[in-house]
């Protein structure tokens, strides 16, 4: 486990996950399409993970503290260090669960992960315009507004707009060692 709030903990996805992930996946299919697609069986769930295998993308599952329930996935994918110091970040919940605030929690204590642990200074969120409870996620945890990207993903068939959204560290802010100082 990671981070935690009152009410949920990150925990880092394992292939121990893959039946209740798949599960949950498959439950949640008309709340996930058309914004987005996870591994629903077992096959597609191993190929899923070794994008974790290097280091450049880290996987959670939000947890519901009392229940240990998962409540939804947590990504923070593509790190990049140097200058930059940011990744991307995807979120979803699953329908079970939806409804009671536990990504709000489970995304805040990733942001938290993502600054005070791996010292990253900036995460982007890439939504579809039509998404609305993404939306307003990202809005209630200060995510900035910074344009549209045009067929940006390639999501059920079709390359999708998406609009980005971005928040930065907080300050003080420690850098991570490979920011370069000049």
């Known amino acids: 486990m990671l ?3 009152s009410r949920v903990e990150l925990h880092p996805l394992t292939l121990s996950d893959r039946e209740e992930f798949c599960t949950l996946v498959q439950a949640s299919s008309e709340l996930h399409l058309p914004w987005m ?21 880290q996987g959670f599952l939000v947890r519901v503290r009392e229940t240990g329930e998962a409540a939804g996935t947590v990504n923070i994918n593509s790190i990049i260090r140097g200058r930059y110091q940011g990744a991307s970040l995807g979120y979803a ?6 409804g ?12 938290r ?8 200074h900036r995460l982007e969120a890439s939504i579809q315009p039509s998404n609305k409870p993404s939306l307003a996620l990202v809005q209630r945890l200060g ?4 344009g549209v990207s045009p067929g940006y993903l390639y999501i059920a068939g079709a390359w999708r707009d998406h609009e980005r959204w971005a928040i930065t560290a907080p300050h ?8 370069p100082e000049v």
Request: charged share 20%.
């Open 37 to 57: 697609q996870l591994p629903a069986t077992a096959e597609s769930f191993h190929v899923w993970m070794r994008r974790f295998d290097d280091g450049t993308n």
């Open 172 to 179: 003080p802010w420690t850098p991570d060692p490979s920011l």
């Open 93 to 98: 919940a699953f329908a079970p669960s939806t």
């Open 3 to 5: 981070k935690m709030s």
């Open 113 to 120: 992960h993502a600054f005070d642990d791996l010292r990253l």
């Open 143 to 146: 995510f900035t507004y910074e």
């Open 100 to 111: 009671h605030g536990y990504m709000t929690e489970g995304v805040a204590a990733t942001l």
